[in-house]
């Protein structure tokens, strides 16, 4: 089992950039399938961005070229390096983990999830 804590949310500018962090506790951490999903008020929640465990990505279309994902398995963690912010990115930001091989996009999939970090972007 693995629990997840996310951080590095907060209120920034449009154009303006922060980036997140999921720090993992438990073994086998570079084993999990890593992903970012948000989720707005009163909307369901969106995936936004996923890595493999061979470090492949995959993205939203909202995001590509404005967000990076990328993990360190030395330190159990995996980020979220989020540029050229819009006011549409704001959400409570979600890290999830999948033992699964496969790189699944559908949040359903996911075995574990973190409390989730909030995600401000004014106009």
């Known amino acids: 089992q693995v629990q997840l804590v996310e951080s590095g949310g907060g209120l920034v500018q449009a154009g303006g950039s922060l980036r997140l962090s999921c720090a993992a506790s438990?073994?086998?951490?570079?084993?999990?399938?890593m992903a970012w999903f948000r989720q707005a008020p009163g909307k369901e929640r969106e995936f936004v961005a996923v890595i493999s465990r061979g470090g492949g990505t995959d993205y939203v279309d909202s995001v590509k070229g404005r967000f990076t994902i990328s993990r360190d398995n030395a330190k159990n963690t995996v980020y979220l390096q989020m540029n050229s912010l819009k006011p549409e990115d704001t959400a409570v930001y979600y890290c999830?983990?999948?033992?699964?091989?496969?790189?699944?996009?559908?949040?359903?999939?996911?075995?574990?999830w973190g409390q989730g970090t909030q995600v401000t972007v004014s106009s």
């Open positions: 438990g073994r086998a951490f570079s084993t999990y399938t």
């Open positions: 999830a983990a999948d033992q699964s091989i496969m790189v699944h996009t559908t949040a359903y999939r996911y075995d574990y």
